[in-house]
Each structure stands twice: as structure tokens, then as C-alpha cells.
């Protein structure tokens, strides 16, 4: 599915470069968007959990940490 997408209030300067730097590299302006798109968020992937939970350990190891439990029971208590 293609989709389109419109991109409004660019400062004039910045529309400009996107200019040149299509020319530099052959391609019009609207092909020179996609594939400054395409290559910013092709480098863009969605970590997996398991990645995130492990940087997680690592941030918080050496941290006390309060077992669940005693915090669901704390919680229940003060109801």
C-alpha cells in the first residue's frame, strides 16, 4: 500500500538543501524525502524485549529492590 505524506511549514533554508542535495544526487525532491526516510528509519528498529529487559538489569543492578509482593500487600493494607 503506498501512502502519502505531507509535510507543512518547512523553513525555506532547510526546503532549499533538500533541493540541492536531490540534485547532487540525481533524484527530484519528493524521491530524495522518501529515501532520507527510508534510510533514517530503516536504522530505526524496535528493540525486543528480552534486549530491553536486560539493559534494564543492568541499570538496576546493585539497587535494593522491594519484592512485589511485600508492595501488593503494602498497597492492600492501606485500602
Do not use: C, W, Y
Not at 40 to 68: H, M, V, Y
Amino acid at each position: 500500500m503506498a501512502g502519502s505524506l505531507h509535510v507543512r511549514n518547512l523553513d525555506d533554508l532547510l526546503v532549499a538543501r533538500l533541493k540541492r542535495r536531490a540534485a547532487r544526487h540525481g533524484r527530484s525532491t519528493e524521491a530524495e524525502h522518501r529515501e532520507i526516510l527510508r534510510q533514517a528509519l530503516t536504522a530505526d528498529i524496535d528493540p525486543d524485549f528480552e534486549k530491553l529487559a536486560a539493559d534494564l538489569r543492568n541499570l538496576t543492578k546493585g539497587r535494593k529492590q522491594t519484592p512485589s509482593e511485600l508492595l501488593l500487600r503494602e498497597g492492600r493494607d492501606q485500602r
